[in-house]
């Protein structure tokens, strides 16, 4: 690392050179959070670090954790999504053990839903269903060549089951998580975990990003305060369904996806929806909290003028 380089980081913080950093799961370090498994910048529970949304940052194992770019400013806005949602995303489709000519259905049409879309056709999907009820979401999912599921006009899984012959896809992705709703906006943690169990087909892979936590107080019932869900775990099996989850790990894959977008083979920056300087940050946090229509991914730029 020298003064003036331009790199990108990865929200997690990670050391290098422990075990689950050695083996490439550097969401998962054992050094950067004492008794956790994991370090983030800004975030519940991951250690001491400051959020990244700022002019200035402290890093912790620059050399590791920094991802160098091209000098200059070109793809200036793809590569800001290499610290976070493409690598989920990509993440996403390679716990699904996504491959070439498979169908796929990826629950939430949010920035994470999106990208995994994206990763899942990177990876040669030839059909991916897209699940939201965000119009302007669901746009998007058409943009990018991927089927729009709007689940506030009838049961996703039906919808998904008509067209693949009544087989379900071969793989599925959970870019929702445990702040899931029902079609009238009651929250039900389990129920993206659930429809997942219908919609892929015997054998398939979920791979599951969207986040679950072991406590949540404001959760709808007393298990799912306490992080526990009413998971249909028969089915799961009856299946032979496997799952992967967690935390992704960007540095296994952000210096690939910054290749392909160099190559121009990807840019994920289409569904940055706003360009906003800094100070309007809490304004557009607020918006993005409510799903405002419109509002599917911010880009903040420190130093642009208000
Ligand atoms: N694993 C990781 O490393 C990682 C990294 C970043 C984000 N995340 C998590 O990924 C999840 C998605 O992130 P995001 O930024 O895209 O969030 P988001 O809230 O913008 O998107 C979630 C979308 O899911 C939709 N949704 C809600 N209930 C649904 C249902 N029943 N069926 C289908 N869609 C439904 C919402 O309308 C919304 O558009 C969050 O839980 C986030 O914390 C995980
Ligand atoms: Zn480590």
Redesign the pocket.
Known sequence: MKKGDRVVLP?NVACGFCKNCLAGQT?FCLVVNAGFAGGAYGYVAMGPYRGGQAEYLRVPFADFNCLQLPRGDEHEDDFALLA??FP?GY?AATLAEVGPGESVCV????????MAAYSAMIKGASKVFV????PG?LKLVEQIGAVPID?SKGD?IAQIKDQTDGEGTDKGID????????EQGEE?PA??LN?LVEAVRPTGMLGV???YVPSDPGGPTEHAKNGELLFKMGKLFEKGLRMGT???NVKAYNRQLRDLIIAGRAAPSFLATQRLPLESAPDAYKR?DK?EDGW?KVLLKPGQNA
């Open positions: 929200f969401g976070d949602i989920t993440h629950f939430g049409a949010g920035p994470v839903g999106l699940v939201d009820k965000v979401r689940f996703p870019a929702v998580g445990y702040q899931a709703t029902a039900q129920l993206v429809s990003v969207g986040l967690g935390q992704a993005f799903r599917t």
